[in-house]
């Protein structure tokens, strides 16, 4: 879409970056929620969490990144070690929390 928007339309490169991360934003909450998770909860509150893990995420990267340029000069490892250790708890946190599957009511005492 980043390419489509430059090359071919010729949008400017800062909107075709942020529609472009906004599109794939929505499009992964959408598949992660049906596809990956099957879950049931709410979507708006499935939304709510995701953001919360979004911003989360955001700000141990910049953290992290910030660390290992002070310390090392090697911000490019510390974007590495970060993009690691946050790809790890998404999942468990994705699982349980952002998407959970709710035991569904099934009319029995």
Not at 7 to 28: D, I, K, Q, R
Not at 57 to 66: E, K, L, R
Request: hydrophobic share 50%; with cysteine; aromatic share 18%.
């Amino acid at each position: 879409m980043l390419s489509i928007l430059i090359s071919t339309l010729g949008c400017p490169a800062w909107f075709s970056a942020a529609t472009a991360f906004a599109v794939s934003t929505v499009f992964a909450f959408f598949t992660q929620m049906r596809y990956t998770f099957r879950s049931n909860a709410s979507t708006r509150g499935a939304m709510v969490r995701y953001g919360i893990l979004l911003a989360a995420n955001m700000v141990f990267t910049a953290a992290v990144v910030d660390r290992f340029d002070s310390w090392w000069d090697a911000y490019v490892q510390g974007k590495i070690f970060s993009t690691g250790i946050t790809t790890l708890w998404n999942y468990f946190i994705m699982k349980h929390w952002v998407f959970p599957r709710r035991e569904e009511e099934d009319g029995r005492g």
